[in-house]
C-alpha cells in the first residue's frame, strides 16, 4: 500500500543548484500533479500530467519543468534554484482530472540558501 | 484572484463540540467540492467530497453542506475529536477537465481535550 511516494524528504540546496524531486504512485492512476505549500498561501498547482505522455502548466509553473518518464512516475526538476523556491512539495495522483480524488505524498521539504 | 477562500485560519473548539469549517468559492463552474486533511509533515489525504446535485454529504461524524446559491460549503465535525486537530482545505474543480482541483489556504482546527 505505498500509494504515491515522493523522493527525498528534505534537500537544502545553495542558490542556482539544480535537482530533481522524484514521485512514483503505484495505483495505476492517469492524472499526477506536482504542487507546491507555503504559508498562508494553500496548495498551489505546478505542472500537471493529464496523461502519460502528456503535461501542462498550473499556476506557478516559472522556474520548473517536469517530465512524466511513464505511468507510474512523474517528475519535478528545478533547474537552478532560487530561495523563492524554497517550500513544501507535493506529488498527488488521481485516476483522471475529471471529479477525482487526489492521493498525496508525504511532500519533499526543500531549502535552497 | 483566489477562486477558493478559506477565510478564518485558524478555530479553536472543545473536544465533544461541533466544529465548522467554511469555504466559500467564486466560480460557478465549480462543480465539485472536495475537503482534505492535513497533518504536519505528512500529505493531505481526502476527507470528504460533494457533487453540486446535492446539498450534504455525510460520512460518520463528517459532514458537508453546499449552497449553491451562496457558492458556500462547510465542514461539520460532530462531536469534535483532538485527533481531529490539523489543517483542512476546501478543493473544488470543475467538469470538462479544463481545471483542475483548485485549493483554498487552509483553516487550522485545534481541539482541546
Known amino acids: 500500500n505505498a500509494g504515491v511516494t515522493q523522493t527525498p524528504k528534505f534537500q537544502v540546496l545553495k542558490t542556482g543548484q539544480s535537482m530533481t524531486l522524484q514521485c512514483a504512485q503505484d495505483?495505476?492512476?492517469?492524472?499526477m500533479y506536482w504542487y507546491r505549500q507555503d504559508p498562508g498561501m494553500g496548495l498551489r498547482l505546478i505542472y500537471y500530467?493529464?496523461?502519460?505522455?502528456?503535461?501542462d502548466k498550473g499556476e506557478v509553473p516559472n522556474g520548473y519543468n517536469v517530465s512524466r518518464l511513464n505511468k507510474r512516475e512523474f517528475s519535478l526538476r528545478l533547474e537552478s534554484a532560487a530561495p523563492s523556491q524554497t517550500s513544501v512539495y507535493f506529488c498527488a495522483s488521481s485516476e483522471s482530472v475529471l471529479n477525482t480524488e487526489a492521493f498525496f505524498g508525504q511532500g519533499t521539504r526543500l531549502t535552497v540558501v | 484572484d483566489q477562486q477558493v477562500k478559506q477565510n478564518s485560519p485558524s478555530l479553536s473548539v472543545q473536544e465533544g463540540r461541533i466544529s465548522i469549517l467554511n469555504c466559500d468559492y467564486t466560480?460557478?463552474?465549480?462543480?465539485?467540492f472536495l475537503w482534505y486533511k492535513k497533518y504536519p509533515a505528512e500529505g493531505p489525504t481526502f476527507l470528504i467530497s460533494?457533487?453540486?446535485?446535492?446539498d450534504k454529504n455525510e460520512d460518520g461524524r463528517f459532514t458537508v453542506f453546499l449552497n449553491k446559491s451562496a457558492k458556500h460549503l462547510s465542514l461539520h465535525i460532530v462531536p469534535s475529536q483532538p485527533g481531529d486537530s490539523a489543517v483542512y482545505f476546501c478543493?473544488?474543480?470543475?467538469?470538462?477537465?479544463?481545471?483542475?482541483?483548485?485549493f483554498g489556504k487552509g483553516t487550522k482546527l485545534t481541539v482541546n481535550p
Open positions: 478543493a473544488a474543480s470543475a467538469q470538462g477537465g479544463s481545471e483542475k482541483l483548485v
Open positions: 495505483m495505476n492512476h492517469n492524472s
Open positions: 500530467s493529464a496523461s502519460e505522455g502528456t503535461t
Open positions: 466560480n460557478s463552474m465549480f462543480d465539485y
Open positions: 460533494i457533487s453540486s446535485i446535492k
